[in-house]
């Protein structure tokens, strides 16, 4: 019996520390889609009011927001909902209309001329800071003629890029800027696609000075009970102003998850120098985009 006693209370014990090791300040979720299948015109299973209530319950104060097609993100950015949620919408002009548009985007003038449309006519929240998430299967389609024009023009206008690409691909893309990728904001989602090994990634980083890693989905990223692999954090420590998290909210089954994913960042995030998990968890994405914490 004291054995048992003995034992529960070596178990709250533990609990307890694992709780309280937990990241508990802001997070920035810089990889959030707001898709037509989530809101639907506010008909779908998460209008407005569910993303905000899921943000503000798991401490979400600023997000990227980019939608298929783009109004989500508009109706994010103009919902007086979102300002009472305390949560600062960072618009990106998504490449995508429909999912036709994923295998095609790199090549399509129509999509050149939908990107600067929004550009021009913006959000309720300011102007479009990005564009993105897209997504190469193919990394030679780095190259396509619309792919080229679109990392001309975000470096001219300082937008962020968030791509969905492979190692080769971030060398191409950065290649058809003018500044050979020195001053381009990429932010790489799930930096990288096939995982590749942290010392690739380490390789790109010390190359491209402005490129960041978005960790949603990221293989090796986390072992035994969600904390971090060595490889990993050690990366993180050797650059801890070059990653951001993010929900990659593609289908609405993550929207479901939201809190254990956001709960998933937490606990790893515990594992690091209070100082190295707040800029990893907010002012990494902050800084790039001059949000204020509120
Ligand atoms: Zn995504």
């Known amino acids: 019996m004291r054995q048992r006693a003995f034992a529960l209370a070596l178990l709250l014990v533990l609990a307890g520390a694992a709780t309280a090791a937990d990241y508990s300040g802001p997070l920035f979720d810089a990889h959030l889609h707001y898709n037509v299948e989530a809101f639907d015109g506010q008909a779908g299973p998460h209008p407005p009011a569910d993303v905000l209530a899921r943000m503000k ?11 298929r097609p783009n109004d989500g993100s508009r109706v994010l950015a103009a919902s007086p909902l979102t300002r ?10 998504r490449l995508y209309r429909d999912r036709a548009d994923y295998d095609n985007w790199f090549r399509d003038e129509s999509i050149y001329a939908m990107v600067l449309a929004e550009l021009a006519r913006g959000t309720a929240a300011g102007p479009y800071r990005g564009i993105g998430e897209f997504h190469l299967y193919d990394s030679a389609n780095a190259n396509g003629p619309v792919a080229r024009k679109l990392m001309l023009l975000a470096e001219q ?17 950065m290649a058809n800027t003018p500044s050979q990728g020195r001053q381009l904001r ?29 960790l949603s989905y990221r293989p090796g990223l986390t072992c035994e009970g969600g904390k971090l692999c060595p490889e990993w954090r050690e990366l993180l420590l050797k650059y801890p102003e070059r990653f951001v998290i993010g929900s990659d909210t593609w289908v609405n089954q993550r929207w479901a998850d939201y809190d254990r994913l956001m709960q998933g960042y937490r606990a790893w995030l515990g594992d690091l120098p209070p100082a190295v998990a707040h800029r990893i968890a907010w002012d990494n994405g ?7 914490e509120k």
Do not use: C
């Not at 009472?84 to 002009?93: I, S």
């Open 186 to 214: 990429l932010i790489w989602a799930h930096t990288g696609i096939g995982g590749p090994a942290p010392a690739r990634v380490d390789q790109l980083f010390a190359r491209y000075p402005l490129l960041m890693g978005e």
């Open 57 to 67: 319950r798991n401490g979400v104060r600023a997000i990227v927001a980019n939608s």
């Open 157 to 173: 206008k300082q937008l962020a890029v968030l791509a969905h690409v492979d190692d080769a691909a971030i060398d191409l893309l």
């Open 84 to 93: 009472a949620a305390g949560v600062t919408v960072v618009p990106f002009v």
């Open 286 to 292: 902050a800084r790039l985009f001059g949000v204020v």
